[in-house]
């Protein structure tokens, strides 16, 4: 059974950072591509960042790009995000999403339960 455990939100004031984990299960974690997704209150879902099985390639939204770091441990079966220079319209709860194989895709079947981040003085 895949799993997908997401930690790591929490209140941060503007400026701040926060790092999320992603503990997977169930799958061979270092062959598939995963992405990170988030939804704020009251809008729909956003891609945030990819990253290849590997973990040489990573991909961004534009809205994220610089602030953010997307990466992986296949050892530990773990994907991350870093969140630096967060913004009020970073609030939002963030997923953690199994993509395809190798390369991402952008289409999900596996998503985690979300951890919510919240960013506000």
């Known amino acids: 059974e895949v799993q997908l455990v997401e930690s790591g939100g929490g209140l941060v004031q503007p400026g701040g950072s926060l790092r999320l984990s992603c503990a997977a299960s169930?799958?061979?974690?270092?062959?598939?591509?995963m992405s990170w997704v988030r939804q704020a209150p009251g809008k729909g879902l956003e891609w945030v960042s990819a990253i290849n099985s590997g973990g040489g390639s990573t991909y961004y939204a534009d809205s994220v790009k610089g602030r953010f770091t997307i990466s992986r441990d296949n050892a530990k079966n773990t994907l991350y995000l870093q969140l630096n220079s967060l913004k009020t319209e970073d609030t939002a709860m963030y997923y953690c999403?199994?993509?395809?194989?190798?390369?991402?895709?952008?289409?999900?079947?596996?998503w985690g339960q979300g951890t919510q981040v919240t960013v506000s003085s």
């Open positions: 999403a199994k993509d395809s194989p190798y390369y991402p895709s952008y289409e999900y079947n596996y």
């Open positions: 169930g799958f061979t974690f270092s062959s598939y591509a």
